[in-house]
């Protein structure tokens, strides 16, 4: 549904529905990174495929690796002193993921399917939604092909004559109550091959291995008062990926710069889930194309390693705005709205990377950009997750700080953001990476 926008803001309104696309575009992780690599082709990066010679001549590059997708800028001249401005996201959010055998019939006849919860969801929000199966299907010849069904499923809740205590308490057994219903007294109904004729295959023979998930259908759209905020699944995380994106796709507008850092967009998969995978912030990816970029531009290690300690990292990731009906789970000293500005995020337990150095490092950004910031910290008596802005900075030493967009509903099957907040957060990535 194309969203209704009826602001004074031209700028405003066109981020908000190029969000709104890219949020309808990227169902799983898979498409995400292939949306992303897209459209920075379009914009005449080159895709770098990791099997041959690393390209580290002066202009835009992409590759994708799975779920997670890399991209980066050289200069038309790099200095002994230069290093890498990195902006790191993760395309990942909670989900169902299908089992091998994905499908099963109950005795009474209901076909559903099955599935393995992906991550640290809020359960109950993911009943009674219509459901569609996203992901990436693995041919006996090795190519992938993205997929999307339309509408398959649902989680059907009990209704409330048969459990009347359901609003005091609601308890969800994952293996016994989280199974989508797909059909009824059809058992000879494969999913499978429904699943394959929706990525215009004929059949599921051919079909060797699969990436599936299952996600809400129902599309993206703004609301509100002057359509200031979106609704949508999906936006922890990719609302720091479409920012980051689109202000790297500013940035190539304006042309190669002459100097300066090289240029890092770093998306990763399996943030919900600790990130250790060879797509995940914690595996080798990121190390791989810092490393190789540096050998290919003639560095040695010590001169890779000088780079390294000459690189930043500012990792974006949702972060959460104040809820209006539970302000006491807040700190009562640091209440961040959405709307007013991304968001820093700060922890003494370092669940994320944040110090003074990456502070300055974050609103000399904001300053040049022109947005205003502000600072989560969480409630003393309540513990906080986090992103991958530690992993980076254990894994190779860079100096980061975590921020992000402000979110309601976090992990929700549906969550919300502001658009304001979007715009901003596109301008000071943009303004970090150019040296601010």
């Not at 459209?39 to 590059?61: I, K, V």
């Not at 967009?265 to 490393?291: K, M, N, Q, W, Y």
Request: charged share 20%; proline share 6%; net charge negative.
């Amino acid at each position: 549904m194309t969203p209704r926008l009826e602001s004074d803001h031209p700028e405003l309104d066109a981020n908000t529905l190029d969000y709104v696309h890219f949020l309808a575009d990227s169902p799983s992780p898979y498409h995400a990174a292939h949306l992303v690599a897209q459209r920075l082709e379009n914009l005449g990066f080159s895709r770098q495929d990791e099997t041959t010679a690393w390209d580290a001549t002066p202009g835009g590059h992409v590759m994708v690796r799975g779920g997670a997708v890399m991209a980066w800028v050289v200069p038309e001249n790099i200095s002994d002193t230069a290093g890498f401005r990195i902006v790191g996201a993760h395309t990942d959010s909670p989900a169902f993921t299908l089992k091998p055998s994905p499908q099963t019939t109950t005795a009474d006849g209901w076909g559903q399917i099955e599935v393995e919860v992906y991550g640290g969801m809020i359960m109950n929000s993911w009943l009674d939604r219509e459901l569609c199966i996203a992901g990436r299907l693995i041919l006996a010849s090795g190519e992938e092909i993205l997929v999307r069904t339309a509408p398959l499923a649902r989680i059907p809740q009990l209704a409330i004559h048969l459990n009347r205590g359901v609003n005091e308490s609601l308890h969800l057994d994952p293996q016994k109550h989280l199974h989508p219903v797909w059909t009824v007294d059809t058992p000879d109904t494969s999913l499978m091959d429904t699943i394959a004729q929706a990525a215009g295959l004929d059949n599921a023979n051919d079909v060797v291995s699969f990436d599936l998930i299952c996600v809400p259908s129902q599309g993206p759209v703004t609301f509100g008062a002057d359509s200031q905020f979106v609704a949508s699944g999906r936006q922890d995380n990719l609302s720091s990926v479409h920012p980051g994106l689109c202000a790297l796709e500013d940035l190539a507008r304006q042309g190669l710069p002459s100097d300066g850092d090289i240029l890092v967009f770093s998306c990763f998969d399996h943030e919900e889930v600790g990130s250790e995978s060879r797509t995940g912030a914690a595996g080798p990816i990121l190390e791989d194309v810092l490393r190789r970029t540096a050998f290919a531009l003639g560095r040695d290690e010590d001169g890779y390693a000088r780079m390294i300690a000459s690189s930043t990292c500012v990792s974006a990731d949702a972060a959460h705005s104040i809820h209006p009906n539970y302000p006491e789970v807040h700190d009562p000293s640091h209440h961040p709205v959405m709307g007013r500005g991304p968001i820093l995020k700060i922890n003494a337990k370092q669940r994320y990377a944040t110090n003074g150095v990456g502070m300055a490092l974050w609103k000399r950004a904001c300053d040049a950009a022109g947005v205003p910031t502000q600072n989560f910290v969480s409630n003393n008596a309540s513990p906080c997750g986090t992103t991958i802005g530690p992993i980076t900075a254990t894994r190779l030493g860079i100096e980061t700080v975590d921020v992000g967009v402000g979110l309601l509903s976090m992990h929700s099957a549906r969550e919300m953001s502001h658009v304001a907040d979007l715009l901003g957060l596109r301008k000071v990535l943009a303004a970090y990476w150019l040296g601010a």
